[in-house]
């Protein structure tokens, strides 16, 4: 049984930092590329970052990029996404995601994902 558990939201002021974890399991982690996706409130889904099987290849959304960093750790079964200096467009609700292949681009399917965690970005 595939599982992705999100942690690590809450509130957090406008220039601030956060780290969202996931833990995953049901799966050999090598084998299959993660991504985080977040839902604006009201809004659809989003492709924030992404990251390959091994952990060598990444990507981000251009709203994001060079302000977040995605990261894994297959032995210890666990996604990261680092965020610096948020800003208050990053309100959302964040969800860790498994995709179909060992590598991942833009039409790359998404088989599984979390129950998200809330970010809140706010003064």
């Known amino acids: 049984q595939v599982q992705l558990v999100e942690s690590g939201g809450g509130l957090v002021q406008p220039g601030g930092s956060l780290t969202l974890s996931c833990a995953v399991s049901?799966?050999?982690?090598?084998?299959?590329?993660l991504l985080w996706l977040r839902q604006k409130p009201g809004q659809g889904l989003e492709r924030v970052s992404s990251i390959s099987g091994g952990g060598l290849k990444s990507s981000y959304a251009d709203s994001v990029r060079g302000r977040f960093t995605i990261s894994r750790d297959n032995n210890r079964k666990m996604l990261w996404l680092q965020m610096n200096n948020l800003k208050p467009e990053d309100t959302a609700t964040y969800f860790c995601a498994k995709a179909r292949t060992f590598l991942v681009d833009r039409r790359t399917e998404i088989t599984h994902w979390g129950e998200g965690t809330r970010v809140t970005v706010s003064s």
């Open positions: 049901g799966f050999t982690l090598g084998n299959y590329g």
